[in-house]
Nanobody, 122 residues
Framework: QVQLVESGGGSVQTGGSLRLSCAAS????????MGWFRQAPGKQRELVAV???????TYADSVKGRFTISRDNAKNTVYLQMNSLKPEDTAVYYC????????????????WGQGTQVTVSS
């Protein structure tokens, strides 16, 4: 049983900033990767950013240069600093965690949390 809790969303104007947080809890032995997805109304969920256990990062082209992902491994927490927000960033943002619950080469993906709403108005 692993639980993801996202927070930090809100309503801002174009050009504003938000910082999202996600804390993972439960039977986690180690975390392989943490990241963020988002889903806008009428669209499929898409990858925003992800960071592996080696520190490598991947960003969607639409957010590159504006968003920054970071991790606190000791707290099993991932953050997403969002700057220069645009209306097209409006979506529910979901945390992503790939983890191991045993000391073995088996990776699991945590169930989606409730997400946090980000609304950017023009």
């Amino acid at each position: 049983q692993v639980q993801l809790v996202e927070s930090g969303g809100g309503s801002v104007q174009t050009g504003g900033s938000l910082r999202l947080s996600c804390a993972a809890s439960g039977s986690i032995f180690s975390i392989n990767a943490m990241g963020w997805f988002r889903q806008a109304p009428g669209k499929q969920r898409e990858l925003v950013a992800v960071m592996s256990n080696s520190g490598t990062t991947t960003y969607a082209d639409s957010v590159k240069g504006r968003f920054t992902i970071s991790r606190d491994n000791a707290k099993n927490t991932v953050y997403l600093q969002m700057n220069s927000l645009k209306p097209e960033d409006t979506a529910v943002y979901y945390c992503y965690v790939a983890y191991r619950k045993l000391s073995a080469n088996i990776t699991n993906v945590a169930p989606w949390g409730q997400g946090t709403q980000v609304t950017v108005s023009s």
